[in-house]
Nanobody
Framework: QVQLVESGGGLVQPGGSLRLSCAAS????????MGWYRQAPGKQRELVAV???????NYADSVKGRFTISRGNAENTVYLQMNSLKPEDTAVYYC??????????WGQGTQVTVSS
């Protein structure tokens, strides 16, 4: 199985930027896709961005043009660069992996708060 650890959340003003990091360990060679999800209070968890083996990416419409998902030099690291942040981006952000075996793993989450 895969273990995921996120970092990089925090408090930022509207219009600011943050970069989230996710480090995977364990069965990383079985990973097909990695992504970022978020969950705001009272709302369902939603997909923010995903990167698939081969570096194909997909984004939620609400973050297109502002967020970028990428891999680190090490295959087990994924980043989410978030620019032009808005108050509605406030949420707990979770890193997730999906293995070829269809096993999904989650990180513990990191809080992102966009407020003046």
């Amino acid at each position: 199985q895969v273990q995921l650890v996120e970092s990089g959340g925090g408090l930022v003003q509207p219009g600011g930027s943050l970069r989230l990091s996710c480090a995977a360990s364990g069965s990383i060679f079985g990973i097909y896709a990695m992504g970022w999800y978020r969950q705001a209070p009272g709302k369902q968890r939603e997909l923010v961005a995903v990167i698939v083996h081969g570096d194909n990416t997909n984004y939620a419409d609400s973050v297109k043009g502002r967020f970028t998902i990428s891999r680190g030099n090490a295959e087990n690291t994924v980043y989410l660069q978030m620019n032009s942040l808005k108050p509605e981006d406030t949420a707990v952000y979770y890193c997730s992996s999906l293995e070829y075996s269809q096993i999904r793993s989650w990180g513990q989450g990191t809080q992102v708060t966009v407020s003046s």
